[in-house]
C-alpha cells in the first residue's frame, strides 16, 4: 500500500507547524526557553513540551505565539 504523504499533512493539527515556526524564531532571535515562558508566562517546562516533546499549545497560548510571530515576520 502506497502512503500519501500529502493526504496526510493536510490532516496535521496546524499547531504543530505554528510551534516549528516558533521554534526557528526562538533560535533565530536567540531566546532562551526560560525568556520565552517568562514573556508568555508559562512555565519554562511547557515551552520544552512544546518544542522538544511534541506538545500542542492551548488556545491562549496558541494565540500569543500567533502574536509573536506576526510582530518578528521577515
Known sequence: MKIDFNKLKKNID???????RFKELVEKEGWTQGQVAEA??????TVNRWFNQGRLPNNRDKEMIIQILNKYKG
Not at 508568555?40 to 517546562?45: G, I, P, R, T
Open 40 to 45: 508568555m508566562h508559562v512555565a519554562m517546562s
Open 14 to 20: 496546524p499547531r504543530i507547524d505554528l510551534i516549528k
